[in-house]
């Protein structure tokens, strides 16, 4: 008798274990599918806004150039640690990649941030978080790499280090 219902609870334990598994791993698949944000190999939707200067700037008017699109926020720490090398890499190729920052959060002092970060990159404000809404962007910072044609060649997740930017926009 205790062999049998031992081997019911064990049955009925597997049983319930297989069931978790295979609903998480669905789950999953779902999240990937509908908020992994946009990928490699579309176009770059194109947007206009404004500058922390005041300028009106649209992403098709770099058409034929690299472009590195980082979006980013003053609150962010692992955007704090990212500025610094994606300033200097910005001072170091200004000439060939055109580098765009998205602040996300202009409802703050962003000028203030900018001057203390000591930020010469074209930053752009996302007012109505339209262009956060068509990038699909779900974390900070977020970096899109576009080659010359408009066609986001590759998007990195997280603080890129100044060889990581060296790394993608080589192959643009």
């Given at each position: 008798?205790?062999?049998?219902?031992?081997?019911?609870?064990?049955?009925?334990?597997?049983?319930?274990?297989?069931?978790?598994?295979?609903?998480e791993k669905e789950e999953k698949a779902?999240?990937?599918?509908?908020?992994?944000?946009?990928?490699?190999?579309?176009?770059?939707?194109?947007?206009?806004?404004?500058?922390?200067?005041?300028?009106?700037?649209?992403?098709?008017?770099?058409?034929?150039?690299?472009?590195?699109?980082?979006?980013?926020?003053?609150?962010?720490p692992p955007c704090k640690e990212e500025?610094?090398?994606?300033?200097q890499f910005y001072r170091e190729n200004?000439?060939?990649?055109?580098?765009?920052?998205?602040?996300?959060?202009?409802?703050?002092?962003?000028?203030?941030?900018?001057?203390?970060?000591?930020?010469?990159?074209?930053?752009?404000?996302?007012?109505?978080?339209?262009?956060?809404?068509?990038?699909?962007?779900?974390?900070?910072?977020?970096?899109?790499?576009?080659?010359?044609?408009?066609?986001?060649?590759?998007?990195?997740?997280?603080?890129?280090?100044?060889?990581?930017?060296?790394?993608?926009?080589?192959?643009?």
């Amino acid at each position: 008798m205790f062999k049998k219902v031992f081997a019911a609870v064990a049955l009925f334990a597997m049983l319930t274990v297989a069931i978790v598994q295979a609903m998480e791993k669905e789950e999953k698949a779902i999240q990937t599918e509908n908020y992994s944000g946009l990928q490699a190999g579309v176009k770059a939707p194109d947007f206009e806004i404004k500058t922390l200067s005041g300028e009106t700037v649209k992403l098709s008017q770099f058409k034929g150039k690299k472009v590195m699109l980082n979006f980013w926020a003053t609150w962010c720490p692992p955007c704090k640690e990212e500025i610094p090398e994606m300033e200097q890499f910005y001072r170091e190729n200004k000439d060939d990649i055109v580098i765009l920052a998205v602040n996300v959060d202009p409802q703050y002092d962003v000028q203030r941030f900018a001057n203390e970060m000591g930020m010469t990159i074209p930053i752009l404000l996302d007012e109505d978080d339209s262009v956060n809404k068509r990038y699909q962007i779900l974390t900070i910072p977020t970096t899109y790499f576009i080659d010359a044609k408009g066609i986001i060649r590759n998007k990195f997740l997280g603080v890129m280090t100044i060889d990581k930017m060296k790394q993608f926009t080589e192959v643009l």
